[in-house]
């Protein structure tokens, strides 16, 4: 069984590219919480839209820029071990240093290009919610070109303290990257016994596909 590519489509990665606009007002107790929220992910806009989004950038530049916003911006190690379940803790550290590697690499080699098929598309915020603890979810909308079409739908999950802020999700029409992650890593895992062997085959193999069509 392959591993198949989040069912987010160009909406995630193209989300991470605009700039955000406005939050609805929330409790005077969460409203720093929440504006913390809001403002990461403008800075994270800002940035991807400069980074990654110039056509004329070589695409080894754009891989180096996007892996670098991806650590950066997003739990990447957190998200990985959620991914893998109950498989990390009897994972070696060997093998779990190797698992997260091809975890990033997947990612990375999944989405850059998207950067480069950007044709303005805006996001709009509906509204944010702090949580309990140091979580916030911001909602928003992405309008596609062409007008009368149905916006995407995008919840960025958040957590953290203010200047420490990380994503730990992206669900897109209802659908979350990391939910549908372990799903397909997990069928893979009982497939092979809960050996990593035959997860790591298939992530080097559709890394690299996805590599020589690009």
Request: proline share 2%; hydrophobic share 45%.
């Amino acid at each position: 069984m392959e591993v198949k590519r989040f069912r987010l489509g160009k909406a995630t990665a193209v989300a991470t590219a605009f700039i955000l606009a406005t939050c609805l007002a929330i409790s005077p107790a969460s409203a720093d919480r929440g504006d913390a929220a809001r403002q990461f992910i403008a800075s994270l806009a800002d940035r991807a839209i400069q980074a990654l989004t110039t056509a004329d950038t070589p695409r080894a530049e754009r891989i180096r820029r996007f892996r670098t916003l991806f650590n950066d911006h997003f739990a990447v190690e957190d998200i990985g071990k959620w991914v893998l379940g109950r498989y990390w803790s009897r994972a070696t550290p060997a093998e779990q240093k190797e698992y997260l590697r091809l975890f990033e690499d997947y990612i990375v080699a999944s989405y850059v290009d998207r950067f480069a098929t950007y044709t303005g598309e805006r996001l709009r915020i509906t509204r944010a919610l702090a949580e309990e603890g140091e979580r916030a979810t911001v909602f928003s909308e992405i309008a596609l070109p062409g007008g009368g079409k149905t916006p995407v739908r995008v919840d960025w999950r958040v957590e953290g303290a203010a200047g420490r802020l990380k994503i730990t999700d992206l669900v897109v029409e209802g659908v979350s990257m990391s939910t549908t992650l372990r799903s397909e890593f997990g069928s893979i895992m009982r497939r092979d016994g809960g050996k990593l062997d035959g997860l790591f085959a298939v992530l080097r193999e559709k890394t690299a596909a996805i590599k020589a069509a690009q």
